[in-house]
């Protein structure tokens, strides 16, 4: 069975990433907020708008399915602090909070750990390599994904690093 070039984000299946790895919202709400279309031309020039599925390497050396956002390519510092990760346990996708989301509590590294069935040590950090899928700064498309973050911003710094 083919998979369809444009669905619903939520509805992104393994076959999905494996024949399209790249992925662009359409931003219509008339059709639905949530809508990407696979890209066909990568490396793209930007991760501005799309989503990326790839293998991630957890803490303890296995591999697993993920999808990356929020990566903005010439910004390593804006990718570290916004950068998005769903991860894939064989049945669904959990979307991890970022230190600096309202559901952090509900939705972080712990929530992650039950998620997958294993230890949170054995989680963080995640590690990927995006310059397959895309050209730009290496430290923005290569990286960990901490249990805690080194430096967490406060609410100020984070709009102000959000929005210039």
Do not use: C
Not at 73 to 102: A, E, G
């Amino acid at each position: 069975m083919r998979s369809s070039n444009i669905k619903p984000v939520e509805l992104l299946q393994i076959e999905d990433l494996e024949r399209f790895p790249v992925w662009t919202f359409i931003n219509n709400d008339l059709k639905g907020e949530t809508l990407v279309k696979s890209v066909k031309k990568i490396p793209v020039k930007s991760l501005t708008g799309k989503l990326v599925g790839l293998k991630v390497t957890l803490a303890d050396n296995t591999k697993a399915w993920a999808i990356i956002g929020n990566v903005n390519v010439n910004n390593p510092v804006l990718t570290k602090h916004f950068l998005s990760i769903s991860l894939y346990n064989n049945l669904k996708w959990f979307h991890l909070s970022r230190y600096h989301d309202f559901d952090y509590k509900k939705n972080g590294p712990a929530a992650l750990g039950k998620f997958l069935l294993t230890a949170v040590d054995e989680i963080f950090p995640i590690s990927y390599d995006l310059r397959p899928y895309s050209i730009g700064d290496e430290k923005a498309l290569v990286g960990k994904i901490l249990k805690e973050p080194e430096v967490k911003l406060s609410r100020a710094e984070i709009i102000a690093l959000a929005v210039p």
